[in-house]
């Protein structure tokens, strides 16, 4: 597949993409997020690659939503773009995806790497939702996962502020799994990558999708979400394999099946 707008490298089991709009500091066009939600997609079905991390460049993961673009669009344009199509696709990856921010995550670029299931900032990186400046509102899950990530009051005051955050008061708020020095961030999050990657994929797969369901369901329904998946990994041979392994003291060779 060929993109313009990002850059797609893999080192199986990891990929790395990264966007590629850096005049524009990664604004989120509409191209650039059809062909990351088009990569993503492929990387979910390609079985060589267990984890995927998304970057920027040192200036910015992305500052947003690109403005120009939206500028002089009404209700019905918005509506008709249908732009959360390739949202939900990004959101639909099965596989872990870390981001890997330096600089501005602003907006949309704050969205995405909040899509995104771990986040390794560089020390420069700056997190906000500055949409309120321009008259609106975040629009991709910035209320809501913002909210869930750092709760009520400091989401309320990054949303209606518009003001930035930094990398270690992200991680204060519990926005951020890791800090660490510009020169770092990429090579942690791949390392990170790597960690996961080793891990059985079937497993990874349906653990993350119970912790996302505990966003969405009541503690009870989570429980029972959680039993069943658990309950499926004892019909794969990576669970026979992983604790054979552990009983015979030996490193398991996983199968992904
Ligand atoms: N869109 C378009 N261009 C952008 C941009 C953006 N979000 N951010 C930066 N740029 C461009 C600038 O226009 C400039 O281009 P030229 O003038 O050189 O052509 C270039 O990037 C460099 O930017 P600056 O010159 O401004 O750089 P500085 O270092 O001085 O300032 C900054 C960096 C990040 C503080 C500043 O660029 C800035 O405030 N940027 C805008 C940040 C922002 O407001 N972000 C939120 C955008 S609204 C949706 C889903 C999501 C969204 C909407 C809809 N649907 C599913 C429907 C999300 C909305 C948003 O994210």
Redesign the pocket.
């Known amino acids: 597949m060929e993109f313009e707008n990002i850059i797609l490298t893999k080192e199986a089991p990891i990929a790395t993409i990264q966007l590629n709009r850096p ?3 990664n ?2 066009n509409r191209k650039l997020l059809t062909e990351l939600a088009a990569c993503v997609e492929e990387l979910d079905s390609d079985e060589s690659v267990n984890c995927i991390v998304l970057t920027g460049n040192e ?2 993961f992305a ?8 500028a002089e669009a009404d209700t019905i344009d ?1 509506l008709s ?1 249908d ?2 199509s ?2 939900d696709r990004i959101r639909g990856t099965r596989k872990p995806i870390i981001a890997a921010v330096s600089g ?1 995550a ?4 704050c ?1 995405l790497a909040m899509m995104c299931d771990i986040i390794v900032a560089s020390e420069t990186a700056k997190f906000g939702q ?2 309120i ?2 008259g ?1 509102m ?3 899950g910035g209320t809501q996962r913002l909210t869930r990530a750092v709760g009520k009051y400091k989401a309320m005051e990054i949303v209606l502020t518009g003001e930035m955050i930094g990398a270690d008061d992200a991680m204060r708020a519990g926005l951020v799994n890791r800090v660490v020095p510009v020169e770092l961030y990429l090579e942690e999050a791949k390392k990170l990558a790597g960690v996961i990657a080793s891990k059985p994929p079937v497993a990874v797969k349906l653990a993350k999708e119970s912790v996302l369901k505990s966003h969405e369901l009541s503690l009870k329904d989570g429980l029972e979400f959680e039993r069943k998946n658990f309950y499926m990994l004892f019909s794969s041979e990576d669970q026979k394999e992983g604790m054979k392994a552990f009983v015979e003291k030996r490193k398991p060779k996983w199968k992904g099946k």
């Open positions: 005049d524009v500091l604004a989120l200036k910015a500052a947003g939503a690109d403005i120009k673009e939206m918005m773009r732009s959360f390739v949202w501005f602003l907006g949309g670029g969205e500055p949409e400046n321009i609106v975040p629009g991709a």
